[in-house]
């Protein structure tokens, strides 16, 4: 694979090492009978989400160069095929590579990066221990609780509470290749503590309960709710093609469906039928595309976030919710 052209005059200066991951993915490509992804830098940790499921499950890496986008290599052509699927249901348009047909387009990213090699991020310092200390955080600095509310006639209205996971507490300046195994660990104390009927300290009986749920294949042994109504499991959109089968367990057991992640592009989804378990609520991060044009069904929305003058005033304004001390 050709990578840039020399000059003896004036020699480039070193790439860094090609990770042993990095070249497997390479030679997989340039020996060929593989396949790969290529999506634009839209909804950035769904993609991320998507894509390393898709390379767990073929033998693949995911790239992200430092010009934007994210890349899946030397994967199964099955694995391949059903990311592209999910991204193109997700409204990601991605684009399904075929190696060796594609090298030239895999060439050129590459030579775009001004010479460096792509490689994985060296995984944080200090990870011994990590279970250990997932226990042991304090539970409302690990798992904390949160309020949703809306502004109605200049006053804000309580909505429910979203008891969820903060891995970035858990180690401080991980790496993002960590945040998830961080989150797991922590979703895995707040089931226990759910599953015992421990509820966060703080939370309102009189309130819906919005439970964080991570991203896994198929649904765990499930805990029953609190008494009362509208209390929800909130999953990400990458279990999206999952939806199915978490709706049917969490009814089972007493849980509606709410969904964390969306973003101006996906909009459209919150309209009545394209989320399974029904018409619950629909989480995302603070952004000012979405809370200026909040889509179809704003009494939906909830938007995570600082509650600024224009967040409060949008609020008022659209009708969507807030909550404030769980960001993206």
Known sequence: MQINATSAETPPPPSPPRSAALAEALRR???????????????PALAAALLEEAANAGDGLVWRPRGGGFWLLGTSPAAAARAARNLDRMGLAPQLLEFPRDLPVLDTAVAQEGG????????????????????????????????????????????????????????????????????????????????GQQWPTGRKASLP????????????DLPRPPPGEGHALVLPLAALPEGAAWAAAAARAGWGLAWWGMGAELAGLMEPGRLPGGDGLVLAPYEGALAQAPGPAPERLV??????????????????????????
Request: charged content about 15%.
């Open 29 to 43: 490509c340039e020996v060929g009978d593989c396949a790969g992804v290529l999506v634009g830098g839209r909804q």
């Open 116 to 195: 460096s090699e792509p490689h994985r991020p060296a995984p944080p310092p200090s990870l011994a221990g990590l279970e250990e200390r997932a226990e042991a955080l304090p539970a409302a600095t690990a798992l904390p609780l949160s309020t949703v509310w809306h502004m109605r006639g200049h006053q804000p209205v309580l909505l429910a509470q979203r008891w969820g996971t903060a891995p970035g507490a858990l180690l401080p300046g991980m790496a993002r290749n960590w945040t998830g195994h961080a989150e797991s660990l922590l979703a895995a104390r707040l089931l226990r503590l759910a599953r």
């Open 209 to 220: 309960l919005l439970l964080d749920m991570p991203w896994l294949p198929t649904p765990p």
């Open 303 to 328: 938007l995570c976030g600082p509650p600024s003058r224009e967040a409060l005033a949008l609020s008022q304004h659209h009708g969507f919710a807030l909550c404030h001390g769980m960001g993206a």
